[in-house]
Structures are given as C-alpha cells and as structure tokens.
C-alpha cells in the first residue's frame, strides 16, 4: 500500500465525517440518520477495499471452489440400497461387497457408468423385464435336459439299485414347534443381497437326476413332496437346482446387459436387475436349498404359475415338507425381489410352519424368531 492510496482512503472519511457534521447542523433532529450514513459508508468502504487489497487470494479462492462443484456434477451415483431391518451392514459395505462378487464376471472400473447411455428404448426394456423366465435364461427351463420330474428320478433311483418307500410317511411338523431358532441352524441361512453367502459356507451336494444336484440334505423332503403331489393329481417338474457362481454371474451379466441394450446406464440396469436375478454371490440356488419348479402343463416361470394346480399345491402344502414360497407377492420391500411364485426355499418343517402360520418371508423370521 502506498502513501497516495492510504493518503485516498484518509480523505474519503474525512469527507464523509464532514458531510455528516455539516447535515446534522442543518438538521438536529435527524442527526441519527447523519450517523447511519456515515457508518454504512465508511464500513462498505472498509469491506470493498479488503477485497481489493485480497484480489488474489479471493480469486484462487474462487477457483478452488468452483473446481470441486464441476468435478462434483461427475461423480458416480451411489447406490439405492434397500437395507434390511436386520442387516448388519452399511451402505458402504455392502456396496464394497458386492463389487468384489460381480467383479469376476463384468469388467467395470466402477459401480456406475458415467452417463446414460442416449436414450431409453422402452420397447427393449419391457421385453427385459418381461422374459418368460428372468431367473435363469429363456431357453434353460424349455430345455429337457433341464428338467427332471418324479416318475424321472424314481426310475434313475431304481437303475441304482436305491430303493424309496413310496408309501413314505409324510413328515409333519413337531407338535410343539420351537419357538426360537438357532442363526448357526444350516436350514435356516439367510442369505440375500444384503446376507452373500459367507466365505466358509460348505455344504455336501447330492444328485437329484442326471446332472441336477442340490444340497443332499433335502433331496429327500423334496422327493416327498414331490410324491404327495402326484398322490393329489399335481404333477412338478424341477427345472433349476442348485448352480455354481460362474452360471449365477452369467444370468445375471445377462439381464444387466439386456437393460442397458435398453439405454439404461449401468447402475440404473444393476439395480432393476438385482430384483429379478440374484446377484452372484447372494444367491439361495448357489447353497443348493433352491429349487424352481414347473408343472407339465405349465412350463414358464412367471407369475402366472401361481394360478396354476401345481402353483396352488405348493402355496398350500410345501410347508408340510419344509419348503416356503421365497418370495411372496406383497413382500417384495423386505426381500427386494419381485414376486416368484415357482421360488422354493428349504428351511425345515418346523421354521417353515411358523412362517407359514404367520404369513411372513425369511427376513420376517429372522428378526422375530432367530437367535
């Protein structure tokens, strides 16, 4: 600051201390107004010539600011994530998790494209989310080989010398059904988008027929039902047991590549799709307690089954067998997964007669009878 500038800055209060004296002679009664003057002046003067004084800071300053607010307008979305009244998990968490599942199968720096991918072909998406079959691929479940019915599976059981009672009683549950389960209880693992299937899990896989396997503890239970079925003129097919994590992804890589041929960004396709196909490494079929099932006059997996004899045989009576609809229609803000009608679930007779009795899915079990 040089001599003129202060030398300016002395003189232009001087002035305004002048002007003020000389109004408030002429005018005493309004002396006060000659003050306010005299402060709003010399203080915006003060304010502006700081400002000034500062110019170079106040512009880098600036600068800054205004670098953060555009990079900001490009930062990946988060994800919508509908956390579960008993998840133990945090967004943050989660979202690092099931990175790492799906990392294998989609190559992606990020759990998010930068932008949408042009417009949003309507036409595309609706097929998307119409498919016959949107747990596994459209062709699998029309495949025979992919299919193994009772008649099936009595007669491999025969070729290998197995012999099943087919007057078997039927297993009911215990007439005092426990009131508390055990969370270490293998048949009742919960496992969902917010649960992935923990890195220890194992389990013995059994064959059901063929190349179908399940876990073999409820090969058994299935065969069952199965037969109790046929007794009452209902004929179910099984059609996708268990799978490993490379069909999993698949399906899955599949139905996110489906919604962004749609024009939808990656994570916009991500989320509609992990409502309709588990996302690898969360999935009940990867542990084999998952069976899909089809009758042989019915052969789509879609929600029209339930109207179905074999869709209302199973609503009524798999829980006689420790079987429960996974995922029922009105539930599908606890699950987060829409309605599947042909989506069993072994948990036990017991478990599944308390759910049944209650009218709640899994996750409903859990926070209220899981220990």
């Known amino acids: 600051m040089n001599a003129s500038s202060l030398q300016l800055k002395l003189s232009y209060k001087e002035k305004i201390v002048n002007r003020v004296q000389k109004f408030n002679r002429k005018h005493k009664a309004l002396s006060f107004l000659g003050l306010a003057y005299a402060v709003c002046a010399i203080t915006t003067y003060n304010v502006m010539f700081y400002f000034y004084r500062n110019i170079k800071r106040f512009t880098c300053l600036a600068c800054i600011l205004l670098f953060f607010v555009s990079s900001s307008s490009f930062s990946y979305p988060a994800m919508s994530l509908n956390i579960s009244f008993d998840s133990g998990l945090s967004a943050e968490e989660y979202s690092t998790d099931s990175a790492d599942v799906v990392s294998d199968a989609i190559d992606y720096e990020s759990d998010a494209e930068l932008a949408v991918i042009g417009e949003v072909d309507q036409a595309l998406i609706v097929e998307a989310m119409e498919s016959d079959n949107p747990d596994v691929t459209e062709a699998e479940h029309m495949n025979p080989d992919s299919q193994v019915s009772l008649s099936e599976i009595l007669a491999t059981t025969a070729e290998d010398d197995t012999k099943i009672d087919e007057n078997q ?82 399906l899955f890589t599949n139905k996110v590549g489906r919604y962004m041929n749609g024009g939808m960004s990656y994570m916009e396709a991500y989320n509609l799709a992990s409502q309709a196909v588990t996302v690898p490494g969360s999935s009940e079929h990867q542990i084999g307690l998952a069976i899909d099932i089809i009758s042989d006059g019915y052969s789509s997996l879609d929600e029209g089954f339930a109207n179905t004899r074999a869709g209302q045989w199973l609503a009524a009576n798999s829980y006689k067998y420790g079987f429960i609809l996974r995922y029922p229609a009105g539930k599908e803000d606890i699950t987060s997964i829409e309605y599947e009608p042909w989506h069993f679930r072994y948990v036990g007779v017991d478990a599944a007669t308390v759910m049944a009795e209650n009218n709640i899915c899994l996750e409903e079990f859990w926070s209220t009878y899981v220990e």
């Open 169 to 250: 009683e039927v297993p009911l549950a215990a007439s005092m059904v426990a009131t508390t389960f055990s969370s270490d209880d293998w048949k009742i693992i919960l496992v969902n988008k917010h649960h992935p299937i923990p890195d220890d899990y194992e389990f013995p896989l059994g064959t059901i027929s063929g190349t179908m396997r399940c876990d073999e503890r409820i090969i058994t239970p299935l065969l069952d039902m199965m037969r109790a079925a046929s007794s009452d003129g209902v004929s179910l097919i099984i059609c996708s047991p268990y799978r490993d994590m490379d069909r999993q992804t698949m």
